[in-house]
Protein backbone atom coordinates (compact mmCIF):
# COMPACT_ATOMS: atom_id res chain seq x y z
CA UNK A 1 0.00 0.00 0.00
CA UNK A 2 0.92 3.75 -0.40
CA UNK A 3 1.02 4.22 3.40
CA UNK A 4 3.68 1.15 3.68
CA UNK A 5 5.32 2.56 0.40
CA UNK A 6 6.23 5.68 2.39
CA UNK A 7 6.71 4.10 6.13
CA UNK A 8 9.21 1.60 4.42
CA UNK A 9 10.84 5.32 2.47
CA UNK A 10 10.88 7.26 5.94
CA UNK A 11 13.36 4.32 7.56
CA UNK A 12 15.64 3.94 4.65
CA UNK A 13 16.14 8.01 5.30
CA UNK A 14 16.40 7.52 8.75
CA UNK A 15 19.60 4.94 7.66
CA UNK A 16 19.02 2.83 10.70
CA UNK A 17 18.24 5.28 13.24
CA UNK A 18 15.52 5.68 15.25
CA UNK A 19 12.32 6.73 14.38
CA UNK A 20 9.99 7.67 17.21
CA UNK A 21 6.42 6.64 16.82
CA UNK A 22 4.99 10.11 16.91
CA UNK A 23 6.69 11.21 14.11
CA UNK A 24 6.25 8.11 12.19
CA UNK A 25 2.11 9.10 13.00
CA UNK A 26 2.86 12.73 11.32
CA UNK A 27 4.60 11.80 8.59
CA UNK A 28 2.20 9.10 7.11
CA UNK A 29 -0.93 11.19 8.53
CA UNK A 30 -2.14 8.06 10.67
CA UNK A 31 -2.70 6.80 14.30
CA UNK A 32 -0.11 6.06 16.51
CA UNK A 33 -2.06 2.48 16.80
CA UNK A 34 -2.19 2.31 12.67
CA UNK A 35 1.69 3.16 12.56
CA UNK A 36 1.82 -0.10 15.31
CA UNK A 37 -0.21 -2.22 12.51
CA UNK A 38 2.25 -1.66 9.84
CA UNK A 39 4.98 -2.38 12.07
CA UNK A 40 3.92 -5.84 12.25
CA UNK A 41 3.00 -5.67 8.63
CA UNK A 42 6.80 -5.27 8.37
CA UNK A 43 7.91 -7.93 10.78
CA UNK A 44 5.47 -10.55 9.48
CA UNK A 45 7.24 -10.01 5.79
CA UNK A 46 11.08 -10.77 7.60
CA UNK A 47 12.09 -7.12 8.48
CA UNK A 48 13.63 -7.30 11.80
CA UNK A 49 12.91 -4.24 13.97
CA UNK A 50 13.72 -3.08 16.87
CA UNK A 51 11.06 -0.84 19.34
CA UNK A 52 12.17 1.35 22.24
CA UNK A 53 10.45 3.03 24.46
CA UNK A 54 10.92 6.71 24.17
CA UNK A 55 13.12 6.20 20.82
CA UNK A 56 10.83 4.28 19.10
CA UNK A 57 11.74 2.03 16.04
CA UNK A 58 14.78 0.86 13.96
CA UNK A 59 15.14 -1.51 11.30
CA UNK A 60 17.31 -3.98 12.02
CA UNK A 61 17.52 -6.07 8.98
CA UNK A 62 15.39 -6.20 5.46
CA UNK A 63 14.28 -9.62 4.43
CA UNK A 64 15.86 -11.87 2.67
CA UNK A 65 14.10 -12.06 -0.61
CA UNK A 66 14.59 -13.91 -3.93
CA UNK A 67 12.56 -11.63 -5.76
CA UNK A 68 13.62 -10.19 -9.50
CA UNK A 69 14.77 -6.97 -8.05
CA UNK A 70 16.79 -8.55 -5.12
CA UNK A 71 18.43 -10.97 -7.76
CA UNK A 72 18.75 -8.31 -10.77
CA UNK A 73 20.35 -5.28 -8.26
CA UNK A 74 23.95 -6.03 -8.28
CA UNK A 75 23.78 -8.73 -11.39
CA UNK A 76 27.09 -9.04 -13.12
CA UNK A 77 26.15 -11.06 -16.09
CA UNK A 78 26.04 -10.55 -19.38
CA UNK A 79 23.27 -12.93 -20.36
CA UNK A 80 22.02 -15.10 -17.43
CA UNK A 81 19.27 -14.14 -15.31
CA UNK A 82 18.10 -10.57 -17.44
CA UNK A 83 14.43 -12.25 -17.52
CA UNK A 84 13.41 -13.35 -14.28
CA UNK A 85 10.18 -14.47 -13.35
CA UNK A 86 9.54 -14.71 -9.91
CA UNK A 87 6.39 -16.79 -7.85
CA UNK A 88 5.81 -16.85 -4.18
CA UNK A 89 4.63 -20.30 -4.87
CA UNK A 90 4.99 -22.88 -7.81
CA UNK A 91 4.35 -26.55 -7.82
CA UNK A 92 7.92 -27.19 -10.02
CA UNK A 93 9.88 -23.72 -11.29
CA UNK A 94 11.14 -26.84 -13.72
CA UNK A 95 7.66 -27.38 -14.97
CA UNK A 96 7.46 -23.58 -15.64
CA UNK A 97 10.68 -23.09 -17.27
CA UNK A 98 9.88 -25.60 -19.17
CA UNK A 99 6.68 -24.35 -20.48
CA UNK A 100 8.67 -20.93 -21.05
CA UNK A 101 11.22 -22.98 -22.77
CA UNK A 102 9.11 -24.60 -24.96
CA UNK A 103 7.29 -20.95 -26.30
CA UNK A 104 10.81 -19.62 -27.20
CA UNK A 105 12.26 -17.66 -23.79
CA UNK A 106 15.53 -16.42 -24.36
CA UNK A 107 18.84 -18.32 -22.79
CA UNK A 108 19.78 -17.26 -19.64
CA UNK A 109 15.91 -17.33 -18.48
CA UNK A 110 15.47 -18.02 -14.83
CA UNK A 111 12.25 -19.20 -13.02
CA UNK A 112 12.77 -18.71 -8.85
CA UNK A 113 10.16 -19.38 -6.16
CA UNK A 114 9.96 -18.92 -2.46
CA UNK A 115 8.14 -22.25 -2.06
CA UNK A 116 7.50 -25.44 -4.39
CA UNK A 117 4.99 -27.57 -3.36
CA UNK A 118 5.64 -30.28 -5.75
CA UNK A 119 9.68 -30.18 -6.30
CA UNK A 120 10.87 -32.62 -8.05
CA UNK A 121 14.32 -34.99 -7.83
CA UNK A 122 15.09 -37.68 -10.51
CA UNK A 123 13.25 -40.69 -10.94
CA UNK A 124 10.21 -38.62 -9.80
CA UNK A 125 11.59 -38.52 -6.70
CA UNK A 126 10.24 -35.50 -4.47
CA UNK A 127 12.59 -32.41 -3.66
CA UNK A 128 11.25 -30.95 -0.50
CA UNK A 129 11.29 -27.09 -1.11
CA UNK A 130 9.87 -25.50 1.85
CA UNK A 131 8.90 -21.62 2.20
CA UNK A 132 11.45 -18.71 2.49
CA UNK A 133 15.17 -21.28 3.29
CA UNK A 134 16.00 -21.96 0.28
CA UNK A 135 16.89 -21.61 -3.44
CA UNK A 136 14.82 -23.17 -5.81
CA UNK A 137 15.26 -22.18 -9.04
CA UNK A 138 15.19 -22.99 -12.83
CA UNK A 139 17.83 -22.15 -15.31
CA UNK A 140 17.35 -22.15 -18.97
CA UNK A 141 20.00 -22.73 -21.09
CA UNK A 142 20.21 -23.20 -24.88
CA UNK A 143 23.43 -24.82 -26.11
CA UNK A 144 24.66 -25.82 -29.38
CA UNK A 145 25.38 -29.36 -28.99
CA UNK A 146 23.85 -32.74 -29.58
CA UNK A 147 22.17 -34.32 -26.68
CA UNK A 148 24.73 -36.77 -25.94
CA UNK A 149 26.80 -34.02 -24.13
CA UNK A 150 24.15 -32.74 -22.06
CA UNK A 151 24.89 -34.41 -19.10
CA UNK A 152 28.56 -32.45 -19.06
CA UNK A 153 25.90 -29.65 -18.04
CA UNK A 154 25.26 -31.32 -14.90
CA UNK A 155 28.69 -31.57 -13.79
CA UNK A 156 29.25 -27.99 -14.98
CA UNK A 157 26.75 -26.52 -13.03
CA UNK A 158 27.79 -28.74 -9.83
CA UNK A 159 31.11 -26.80 -10.24
CA UNK A 160 29.97 -23.60 -10.90
CA UNK A 161 27.35 -23.76 -7.54
CA UNK A 162 30.71 -25.58 -5.49
CA UNK A 163 32.51 -22.54 -6.72
CA UNK A 164 29.81 -20.05 -5.76
CA UNK A 165 29.10 -21.96 -1.98
CA UNK A 166 32.94 -21.42 -0.93
CA UNK A 167 32.90 -17.56 -2.62
CA UNK A 168 29.97 -16.97 -0.47
CA UNK A 169 30.40 -19.10 2.60
CA UNK A 170 34.03 -20.21 2.82
CA UNK A 171 32.64 -23.86 3.00
CA UNK A 172 34.14 -26.32 0.88
CA UNK A 173 31.71 -28.37 -1.08
CA UNK A 174 32.43 -32.11 -2.29
CA UNK A 175 30.71 -33.00 -5.47
CA UNK A 176 29.39 -36.88 -6.03
CA UNK A 177 28.98 -37.88 -9.26
CA UNK A 178 26.68 -37.02 -10.72
CA UNK A 179 24.36 -34.47 -9.04
CA UNK A 180 24.67 -34.12 -5.12
CA UNK A 181 26.95 -31.49 -3.87
CA UNK A 182 27.73 -32.31 -0.59
CA UNK A 183 28.87 -30.34 2.91
CA UNK A 184 30.91 -32.36 5.25
CA UNK A 185 28.94 -35.13 4.11
CA UNK A 186 25.22 -34.41 3.77
CA UNK A 187 23.40 -33.53 0.96
CA UNK A 188 22.80 -29.44 0.64
CA UNK A 189 22.09 -28.79 -2.75
CA UNK A 190 20.74 -31.17 -5.73
CA UNK A 191 20.43 -30.26 -9.49
CA UNK A 192 18.08 -31.40 -12.22
CA UNK A 193 18.64 -30.99 -16.10
CA UNK A 194 16.46 -32.03 -18.44
CA UNK A 195 15.88 -31.38 -22.49
CA UNK A 196 14.63 -30.54 -24.98
CA UNK A 197 16.25 -32.22 -27.44
CA UNK A 198 15.60 -33.77 -31.21
CA UNK A 199 17.89 -36.87 -31.81
CA UNK A 200 20.71 -34.51 -32.83
CA UNK A 201 20.45 -31.04 -31.46
CA UNK A 202 19.48 -29.56 -28.07
CA UNK A 203 16.56 -26.75 -28.49
CA UNK A 204 17.34 -26.51 -24.68
CA UNK A 205 18.24 -27.70 -21.36
CA UNK A 206 16.65 -26.74 -18.00
CA UNK A 207 18.38 -26.98 -15.25
CA UNK A 208 17.10 -27.50 -11.84
CA UNK A 209 19.32 -26.17 -9.06
CA UNK A 210 17.83 -27.01 -5.61
CA UNK A 211 19.85 -25.65 -2.30
CA UNK A 212 18.88 -26.13 1.38
CA UNK A 213 20.41 -22.24 2.24
CA UNK A 214 18.33 -21.20 5.77
CA UNK A 215 16.84 -24.60 7.25
CA UNK A 216 17.81 -25.54 10.71
CA UNK A 217 18.47 -29.17 11.71
CA UNK A 218 14.72 -29.42 12.85
CA UNK A 219 13.10 -28.36 9.44
CA UNK A 220 14.03 -31.08 7.14
CA UNK A 221 11.54 -33.87 7.38
CA UNK A 222 12.23 -36.82 9.28
CA UNK A 223 12.95 -39.23 6.76
CA UNK A 224 15.66 -36.86 5.02
CA UNK A 225 16.90 -35.43 8.86
CA UNK A 226 19.83 -37.56 8.51
CA UNK A 227 21.24 -37.51 5.00
CA UNK A 228 20.18 -33.65 4.55
CA UNK A 229 21.92 -30.33 5.55
CA UNK A 230 22.01 -26.83 5.13
CA UNK A 231 24.44 -23.81 4.58
CA UNK A 232 23.38 -22.11 7.61
CA UNK A 233 24.19 -25.73 9.65
CA UNK A 234 27.36 -26.22 8.29
CA UNK A 235 28.31 -22.11 8.37
CA UNK A 236 26.94 -21.67 11.94
CA UNK A 237 24.65 -18.17 10.54
CA UNK A 238 22.46 -17.29 7.97
CA UNK A 239 23.12 -16.75 4.48
CA UNK A 240 21.18 -14.40 2.19
CA UNK A 241 19.94 -15.54 -1.11
CA UNK A 242 20.05 -13.25 -3.28
CA UNK A 243 23.93 -12.55 -3.36
CA UNK A 244 24.64 -16.55 -3.26
CA UNK A 245 22.39 -16.60 -6.70
CA UNK A 246 24.31 -13.94 -8.43
CA UNK A 247 27.51 -15.45 -7.86
CA UNK A 248 25.94 -18.88 -9.04
CA UNK A 249 24.73 -17.08 -12.16
CA UNK A 250 28.24 -15.36 -12.61
CA UNK A 251 30.09 -18.76 -12.58
CA UNK A 252 27.69 -20.96 -14.04
CA UNK A 253 28.26 -18.11 -17.19
CA UNK A 254 32.41 -18.18 -16.87
CA UNK A 255 31.64 -21.67 -17.44
CA UNK A 256 29.31 -21.80 -19.79
CA UNK A 257 31.76 -19.93 -21.67
CA UNK A 258 34.82 -21.59 -21.48
CA UNK A 259 32.84 -24.82 -22.02
CA UNK A 260 31.18 -23.77 -25.65
CA UNK A 261 34.64 -21.95 -26.81
CA UNK A 262 37.10 -24.63 -25.12
CA UNK A 263 34.58 -28.43 -24.52
CA UNK A 264 34.56 -29.97 -21.56
CA UNK A 265 38.35 -30.59 -20.83
CA UNK A 266 38.93 -27.77 -18.50
CA UNK A 267 35.81 -28.14 -16.65
CA UNK A 268 36.40 -32.17 -16.49
CA UNK A 269 39.59 -30.95 -14.73
CA UNK A 270 37.91 -28.39 -12.29
CA UNK A 271 34.87 -31.17 -11.56
CA UNK A 272 37.84 -33.72 -10.64
CA UNK A 273 39.01 -30.72 -8.22
CA UNK A 274 35.58 -31.14 -5.99
CA UNK A 275 34.84 -34.87 -6.61
CA UNK A 276 34.78 -37.24 -3.53
CA UNK A 277 33.95 -40.62 -5.04
CA UNK A 278 37.06 -40.59 -7.19
CA UNK A 279 39.24 -43.67 -6.53
CA UNK A 280 37.32 -44.78 -3.85
CA UNK A 281 35.06 -48.14 -3.37
CA UNK A 282 31.45 -47.20 -4.12
CA UNK A 283 27.97 -48.58 -5.20
CA UNK A 284 26.08 -47.69 -8.38
CA UNK A 285 22.20 -48.16 -8.62
CA UNK A 286 21.33 -47.77 -11.93
CA UNK A 287 17.80 -48.41 -13.44
CA UNK A 288 19.65 -52.05 -14.94
CA UNK A 289 21.14 -53.56 -11.60
CA UNK A 290 23.76 -52.98 -8.69
CA UNK A 291 27.63 -52.50 -9.48
CA UNK A 292 30.02 -52.19 -6.69
CA UNK A 293 33.08 -51.24 -7.58
CA UNK A 294 36.17 -48.50 -7.52
CA UNK A 295 34.86 -45.43 -9.41
CA UNK A 296 38.03 -44.26 -11.42
CA UNK A 297 36.87 -40.85 -12.65
CA UNK A 298 34.71 -39.80 -15.52
CA UNK A 299 35.28 -39.83 -19.45
CA UNK A 300 35.28 -36.89 -21.53
CA UNK A 301 31.45 -36.87 -21.99
CA UNK A 302 31.04 -36.94 -18.14
CA UNK A 303 30.13 -41.09 -17.77
CA UNK A 304 31.26 -42.20 -14.45
CA UNK A 305 34.11 -44.82 -15.22
CA UNK A 306 33.78 -47.94 -12.60
CA UNK A 307 35.64 -50.81 -12.10
CA UNK A 308 34.27 -53.92 -10.59
CA UNK A 309 35.79 -56.83 -8.55
CA UNK A 310 36.78 -58.58 -12.10
CA UNK A 311 38.61 -55.93 -13.34
CA UNK A 312 35.95 -54.79 -15.73
CA UNK A 313 34.79 -51.23 -16.74
CA UNK A 314 31.24 -50.15 -16.91
CA UNK A 315 30.63 -46.42 -17.93
CA UNK A 316 27.50 -45.26 -15.96
CA UNK A 317 25.42 -42.93 -17.62
CA UNK A 318 23.17 -42.54 -14.55
CA UNK A 319 23.07 -43.69 -11.06
CA UNK A 320 22.70 -43.24 -7.16
CA UNK A 321 26.14 -43.79 -5.64
CA UNK A 322 26.81 -44.92 -2.35
CA UNK A 323 30.29 -44.41 -0.91
P1 LIG B 1 17.72 -36.54 -6.45
O1 LIG B 1 16.79 -37.53 -7.09
O2 LIG B 1 19.18 -36.76 -6.56
O3 LIG B 1 17.39 -36.40 -4.91
C1 LIG B 1 16.10 -36.56 -4.38
C2 LIG B 1 16.23 -37.23 -3.02
O4 LIG B 1 16.93 -36.37 -2.11
C3 LIG B 1 14.89 -37.50 -2.36
O5 LIG B 1 14.42 -38.78 -2.68
C4 LIG B 1 15.21 -37.35 -0.86
O6 LIG B 1 15.76 -38.54 -0.34
C5 LIG B 1 16.30 -36.33 -0.84
N1 LIG B 1 15.80 -34.96 -0.62
C6 LIG B 1 14.58 -34.44 -0.91
N2 LIG B 1 14.52 -33.13 -0.62
C7 LIG B 1 15.74 -32.79 -0.14
C8 LIG B 1 16.33 -31.59 0.32
N3 LIG B 1 15.67 -30.43 0.34
N4 LIG B 1 17.62 -31.63 0.73
C9 LIG B 1 18.34 -32.78 0.72
N5 LIG B 1 17.83 -33.94 0.29
C10 LIG B 1 16.56 -33.96 -0.14
C11 LIG B 1 18.07 -34.01 -6.81
O7 LIG B 1 17.35 -35.15 -7.07
C12 LIG B 1 17.63 -32.87 -7.73
C13 LIG B 1 16.76 -31.86 -7.04
C14 LIG B 1 16.47 -30.66 -7.90
C15 LIG B 1 15.55 -29.68 -7.22
C16 LIG B 1 15.34 -28.44 -8.03
S1 LIG B 1 14.60 -27.19 -7.10
C17 LIG B 1 14.27 -26.23 -8.48
C18 LIG B 1 13.85 -27.22 -9.56
N6 LIG B 1 12.43 -27.48 -9.53
C19 LIG B 1 12.16 -28.76 -9.23
O8 LIG B 1 11.02 -29.23 -9.14
N7 LIG B 1 13.32 -29.43 -9.06
C20 LIG B 1 14.47 -28.58 -9.26
Known amino acids: ?3 R ?12 EFLSGQK ?25 LEAVRRL ?44 LAYEGAPEGTLVVAEEQKAGR ?35 LVAVAISQAIQEVTGLVPDIK ?21 DPDRVHSVIVGIGINVNQTAEQF ?18 IKRAPLIQEILLRIERLYKQYLAHGFRSIKLLWEGYAVSIGKPVTARTLGGTIRGIARGITEDGLLI ?10 IHSADIQL
Open 56 to 99: GYRIVSTPDKVTANEIQLGLKTETLGHTIHFFEEVDSTQRIAAK
Open 306 to 315: LEDEEQNTHY
Open 1 to 3: SDT
Open 177 to 197: WPNDILLHGKKGVGILTELQA
Open 24 to 48: ISERLGCSRAAVWKHIEELRKEGFE
Open 5 to 16: KKLLELFAEANG
Open 121 to 155: GRLDRKWFSPKGTGIWMSLILRPPIPPQRAPQLTL
Open 221 to 238: PEDIRAIATSLAIEKGER
